[in-house]
């Protein structure tokens, strides 16, 4: 089974609403000059997130977080495209100190229902592992076989 190792959970999120994606973070180009601002939809999206994690923290090292989004609606979508987002609000709200405590990231799609129950789960784990090469080598090892 992939990515087994010990894991304990930490907390469990849910963000109501659309997660911006990595293509609507940033506003560029006109009067801005070359600046990055985020976007009226990235700015909700954090202010959701603190409102959610408010003086939850996470500052163990080596983070396991699963993504499970439950999109407004069937149009296809990429899933690594969320990621950033909802990291960077987690970051924004002081959840954790940096993303790089993460070492490991899992995102996968909900059944999409309505638009009124669009959100994402996200669940956060810590794990005595740092880096994952014989998981590397036992799915290279399952896959050749």
């Known amino acids: ?12 999120f849910y963000f109501p ?14 009067k801005l000059a070359g600046r990055k601002v985020l976007t009226k939809q990235q700015r909700a999206f954090r202010a959701a997130v603190a409102s959610v994690v408010k003086t939850k923290r996470a500052t163990l090292q080596n983070l396991v977080v699963k993504i499970y989004y439950r999109p407004p609606d069937k149009r296809r979508r ?25 070492v490991n ?22 794990t005595d592992r740092k880096t994952f090469d014989d998981e590397l080598d036992n799915e290279l090892s399952r896959a050749n076989k």
């Open 1 to 12: 089974m992939p990515c087994s190792f010990f894991n304990t959970m930490l907390h469990a």
């Open 17 to 30: 609403g659309v997660v911006p994606s990595v293509n609507n973070l940033y506003m560029t180009g006109g």
């Open 78 to 102: 990429d899933v690594d495209n969320y990621i950033k987002a909802i990291f960077d609000a987690l970051t924004a709200a002081g959840y954790w100190i940096d993303d790089a405590q993460v």
């Open 105 to 126: 990231v899992r995102s996968c799609f909900l059944e999409s229902k309505k638009r009124a129950d669009a959100g994402v789960y996200v669940l956060v784990e810590s």
